[in-house]
C-alpha cells in the first residue's frame, strides 16, 4: 500500500517557474514507477511526466517537454515535478501516480495509486 500526499502547488503568473512535490508513505515506494498527471475544468485527466524505479528513463508529454523536468529521491520517498514558462494552459490539478510497472504508471486506467491533487493555477 502506498498513500502519496502532493503539495507545491498555487498561483504563478504566465512564465514563472513552480515545484511540485510528492510525499510517498510505505516501504516499498522504490518499487514503484512515479508520474504526474493533470485535470483542467472540464477536461480528462492527462498524462504529464513519469520516472522509473531507479529514476531514470524521464518521459513527457509533448505539451511540456523542454519545460517540465520529473525527478525522484527514493531516500526521502518523494517525486518532484520542476515547471518552468509556465503557461495558461497548465492550470489544472495536478496528480501524483504510482504504478509498478513504468507503462503502467503513465497510462490513467492502469495507474494504481493517486494522491488527492494540487492546484495549480497559470495567470496570463
Known amino acids: 500500500q502506498v498513500q502519496l500526499v502532493e503539495s507545491g502547488g498555487g498561483l504563478v503568473q504566465a512564465g514563472g517557474s513552480l515545484r511540485l512535490s510528492c510525499a510517498a508513505s510505505g516501504r516499498t515506494y522504490s518499487s514503484y514507477a512515479m508520474g504526474w498527471f493533470r485535470q483542467a475544468p472540464g477536461k480528462a485527466r492527462e498524462f504529464v511526466a513519469r520516472i522509473s524505479k531507479s529514476g531514470g528513463t524521464p518521459y513527457y508529454a509533448d505539451s511540456v517537454k523542454g519545460r517540465f523536468t520529473i525527478s525522484r529521491d527514493n531516500a526521502k520517498n518523494t517525486v518532484y515535478l520542476q515547471m518552468n514558462s509556465l503557461k495558461p494552459e497548465d492550470t489544472a490539478v495536478y496528480y501524483c501516480?504510482?504504478?509498478?510497472?513504468?507503462?503502467?504508471?503513465?497510462?490513467?486506467?492502469?495507474?494504481?495509486?493517486w494522491g488527492q491533487g494540487t492546484q495549480v493555477t497559470v495567470s496570463s
Open positions: 501516480a504510482a504504478a509498478y510497472s513504468t507503462a503502467n504508471v503513465q497510462t490513467y486506467n492502469s495507474v494504481d495509486y
